[in-house]
């Protein structure tokens, strides 16, 4: 049966069609990863994105318009965000929303505009748009269905699907990364594996879940430095929906303000996302009322959180447990897995830990709540992993009242080499470029392992094998983690060096490091040493050469 227009309970049930195909899938696309390391993350990143979309379209139950369905998606797609796939994901849905602002339904024509402003958004969204990957395949998917000869919804997804999987086969002769992986482009993929999902949501069909969705959850906390044991200023969590008709964010933002800490006001004239710590929730309730109808309101006593913390159970602790601080100068906010490099970053001066990296990253709104709970009026933003950039380049343009200053920071070592560097007294600007270049002089060293067999140019890789990353590159592979340490610092100090870090990771003792770094000392006696736990995931080592 034809399908000649989009109304609001087609668009719920083939978005939610869509997002269970994506997590379905997820790990099949997860896969695809091009590089052997345990770092394959493009499909739960797209599902968590996904998945946060769907649950602020859910709180629209009532809305008898398509517009602002699409345009609640859009805001929990940037609001939840994750890695490079997660953000682009989002930016495709955000510009479909604004394609279909104001419509109550979609014909096949308005559909075919929005995707291609979904489409025109992504690729201003990324610095340099690379062709073989999602960008590619969500222009083709655009343009099969805009020249689709039918009035059908349903049979131009078809179409348009076909063209995008000829386009996903050939992602390989664009990306000769993906030829030599003998892969497609991951987040090519996940964008089909989400379109079919819609697809049978168009023809009625219910998408079986192989296996259960992670947990629904917003992120992975953050963790303030001192802050776990300090008493509570502000005891209730307190968030909600609000939606009215031309809601003024700056408005809300600046009553609610003197209520409490840690506000987080994000949204459009019809839908506010409220977060905020509070004494006093029934006068956030009150005010927010004023303005429009309270969704989704939940309040959550932090005092809870703050006992698990003082057990020390972090990974429990409420991210926004934290004392009050006076107004600062500046502030600084860093990405890291583990206890011991959060505390070396710490030391270092910074006040926001995000908990996340590899296989776990942040959301984007795990980012502008870190920026806003501290009170200053300038932040620096350091997200020490390559995929998780351009969520702080998205979470930098929803923070509007502080001057929020990206340093592209691609590993740990990157990241503290640039804190290294920061001086107090100098402008924004100054800082921005003496971080930049510090972190670009630092070589990063990653001890990994294989989790699958691999061909990487003339390197044959079994899974299980112990891998050495110099700079994100594989170089070095063997049966036994020291012997790969000691080949890739050996490339790494053949490169120019005088001072090696090392951070060891959750799988190693203090024990084997200390023996480790005695190995290197008599090899390399000009060679100045430092070791430090790390407490990372993933990694047996962090290497830090400068």
């Known amino acids: 049966m034809k399908v000649n227009m989009l109304d609001p309970s087609l668009f719920r049930r083939a978005i939610l069609a869509g997002c269970a195909n994506l997590v379905r899938f997820r790990e099949e696309i997860n896969r695809l990863n091009v590089f052997p390391v345990p770092d394959g993350d493009t499909g739960t990143n797209m599902s968590l994105t996904i998945q946060s979309a769907a649950r602020q379209m859910e709180s629209l139950r009532q809305s008898d318009s398509v517009g602002e369905l699409a345009e609640a998606l859009a805001l929990g797609a940037l609001m939840g965000a994750r890695g490079n796939s997660g953000v682009i994901l989002s930016q495709l849905l955000r510009g479909i929303g604004q394609g279909l602002a104001g419509r109550k339904t979609a014909s096949k024509t308005d559909l075919a505009r929005a995707l291609q402003v979904g489409v025109d958004v992504a690729v201003k969204a990324v610095m340099r748009p690379v062709e073989g990957t999602i960008l590619t395949v969500a222009k083709s998917l655009a343009q099969g269905y805009r020249l689709a000869n039918t009035g059908d919804l349903r049979a131009a997804l078809e179409e348009a699907l076909r063209q995008a999987h000829s386009t996903l086969a050939k992602t390989p002769e664009m990306l000769p990364v993906l030829a030599q992986a ?91 996302k409220i977060h905020i710590h509070t004494n006093n929730p029934g006068a956030v309730f009150s005010v927010s009322c004023e303005r429009g109808t309270l969704h989704d309101i939940k309040v959550d006593n932090m005092e809870d959180q703050h006992r698990d913390a003082e057990k020390g159970n972090l990974e429990s602790a409420s991210s926004a447990v934290q004392m009050a601080v006076e107004e600062m100068a500046y502030g600084v906010v860093a990405v890291a897995a583990g206890e011991g490099l959060a505390r070396v970053l710490f030391s270092l001066g910074v006040h926001e830990v995000v908990s996340g990296g590899q296989t776990m990253n942040p959301s984007t709104e795990d980012l502008v709540a870190a920026i806003r709970r501290i009170n200053a009026p300038v932040v620096y933003l350091l997200p020490n992993n390559k995929n998780i950039i351009l969520a702080a380049e998205q979470a930098k343009g929803l923070v509007s009242e502080k001057q929020v200053a990206v340093i592209p920071t691609r590993s740990i070592p990157q990241g503290i080499a640039a804190l290294l560097s920061f001086e107090p007294d100098i402008s924004v600007e100054n800082n921005i470029a003496r971080m930049q270049a510090s972190a670009r002089s630092v070589q990063t060293g990653e001890i990994t392992f294989a989790i699958r067999d691999s061909q990487l140019e003339e390197m044959s890789i079994k899974a299980g094998e112990i891998l050495g990353l110099q700079d994100g590159k594989v170089v070095e592979k063997g049966a036994g983690v020291e012997e790969v340490v000691l080949r890739l610092l050996d490339r790494m100090v053949g490169n120019g060096g005088e001072i090696a870090t090392l951070y060891y990771g959750a799988g190693v003792t203090q024990s084997e490091a200390v023996n480790l770094l005695e190995r290197i000392s008599n090899m390399y006696p000009h060679l100045e040493l430092e070791l430090h736990s790390g407490g990372q995931p993933i990694y047996y080592y962090i290497i830090s050469v400068e």
Do not use: W
């Open 182 to 272: 003998g892969v497609v482009d991951a987040g090519g993929k996940g964008l089909i594996v989400f379109m079919e999902g819609i697809l049978a949501g168009f023809k009625g069909e219910e998408i079986p879940m192989d296996s259960p969705p992670p947990p629904m959850v917003q992120g992975k906390p953050s963790v303030a430095g001192q802050s776990l044991v300090q008493p509570l200023e502000y005891r209730y969590c307190t968030e909600m929906i609000i939606k009215g008709h031309d809601l003024d964010l700056d408005d809300l933002r600046q009553r609610l303000e003197p209520m409490g800490d840690s506000l987080l006001v994000v949204g459009t004239n019809r839908v506010a």
